[in-house]
């Protein structure tokens, strides 16, 4: 079956740090990747996504890269701000029969402070 | 543009209660899903539909209904609610790649 796995946190980082989520996925077919933002309160929103190997999403300054060797597609971002600080979630898609179906990691929470 | 909107917030019931969380989208989105999210967990589907008069059973469809009689609505139904059932319920609609979530329902049962 398909399955995300994201490392766990919660990832604590000083604003202006370097920030990488790890992301690895097992999947039947071609997946579409995808990065979830959840701010407190709120629903998930897209960050970003990848829909073929060795394609790269970006949005708001993260970046994921989709490599199918590794089967991996890890967040990064330059430098956080405290703006940043959410569950970020890790998610795959693969068509099956009539409908895509979205499979998600257990999500990553992101601290930034001051 | 509302997007989706979902009916409850927040809501407590008791076991053996029964009581429906609404979901709408004014996008015309043929697809719909149901979401449970569990702490530290990642969201679980529940029941998706591909279009009015279409519903299909997810990862976790016990103890739950769904009917979709328009293209806009896609109610959730707990018939027994079970402690197991406490969770974040989000309703969400897709168009080609794009999903686009509700804020979410939290549910506790007592």
């Known amino acids: 079956g398909n399955s995300v796995t994201q490392m766990e946190g919660p990832v604590t980082l000083s604003e202006e740090a370097f920030l990488t989520i790890n992301c690895t996925y097992t999947?039947?077919?071609?997946?579409?990747l995808f990065w979830y933002v959840q701010y407190p309160g709120e629903g998930l929103q897209l960050l970003l996504k990848?829909?073929?190997?060795?394609d790269k999403g970006s949005n708001k300054g993260f970046e994921a890269t989709y490599r199918k060797e590794t089967t991996s597609f890890h967040l990064e971002k330059g430098s956080v701000q405290v703006s940043d600080s959410a569950v970020y979630f890790c998610?795959?898609?693969?068509?099956?029969?009539?409908?895509?179906?979205?499979?998600f990691g257990t999500g990553t929470r992101l601290q930034v402070t001051l | 543009n509302a997007g989706v909107t979902q009916t409850p917030k927040f809501r407590i019931l008791k076991i053996g209660q029964s009581m429906t969380l609404q979901c709408t989208q004014d996008?015309?989105?043929?697809?719909m899903y149901w979401y449970r999210q569990d702490p530290g967990m990642g969201l679980k589907l529940i029941y998706y539909?591909?279009?009015?008069?279409?519903?299909d059973k997810g990862e976790v469809p016990n103890g739950y209904n769904v009917s979709r009689s328009t293209t806009e609505d896609f109610p959730l139904r707990l018939e027994l609610a079970a402690p197991s059932q406490t969770s974040v319920y989000f309703c969400?609609?897709?168009?080609?790649?794009?999903?686009?979530f509700g804020s979410g329902t939290r549910l506790t049962v007592v």
């Open positions: 999947a039947t077919g071609y997946p579409s």
């Open positions: 539909s591909v279009g009015a008069g279409i519903t």
């Open positions: 996008m015309n989105h043929n697809y």
């Open positions: 990848a829909t073929k190997a060795d």
């Open positions: 969400a609609s897709r168009r080609d790649y794009g999903y686009t």
């Open positions: 998610a795959l898609s693969v068509l099956a029969g009539t409908a895509s179906k979205l499979t």
